[in-house]
Nanobody, 120 residues
Framework: QVQLVESGGGLVQPGGSLRLSCAAS????????MGWYRQAPGKQRELVAS???????NYTDSVKGRFTISRDNAKNTVYLQMNSLKPEDTAVYYC??????????????WGQGTQVTVST
């Protein structure tokens, strides 16, 4: 069994910063790409940022220059540093990891989500 647990969400004023963390645990042989998604009320879940096992990153246009995704492979953890936050960044943020747990296929596992609210 594999679990992903996010932390670091909360309420922040516009222009502020938050750092999200997502730690994977359980029966893990290898973690491939990892990503952060978000879902705002009434909207579809969207990919915010992703990172490969070698560290290559990709961002949706709306967060480029403000968000930074990183990972610590030794800790099976992925981070999302969010700066210059805007009200439109308000959403539940989910992490996802493509993980090999000893039997194929490689599966995508999701965390439970953490709320980020940007408001005065």
């Amino acid at each position: 069994q594999v679990q992903l647990v996010e932390s670091g969400g909360g309420l922040v004023q516009p222009g502020g910063s938050l750092r999200l963390s997502c730690a994977a645990s359980g029966r893990i042989f290898s973690i491939y790409s990892m990503g952060w998604y978000r879902q705002a009320p009434g909207k579809q879940r969207e990919l915010v940022a992703s990172i490969t096992s070698s560290g290559s990153t990709n961002y949706t246009d709306s967060v480029k220059g403000r968000f930074t995704i990183s990972r610590d492979n030794a800790k099976n953890t992925v981070y999302l540093q969010m700066n210059s936050l805007k009200p439109e960044d308000t959403a539940v943020y989910y992490c996802m990891g493509n993980i090999f747990s000893g039997t194929y296929p490689i599966r995508g596992y999701w965390g439970q989500g953490t709320q980020v609210t940007v408001s005065t």
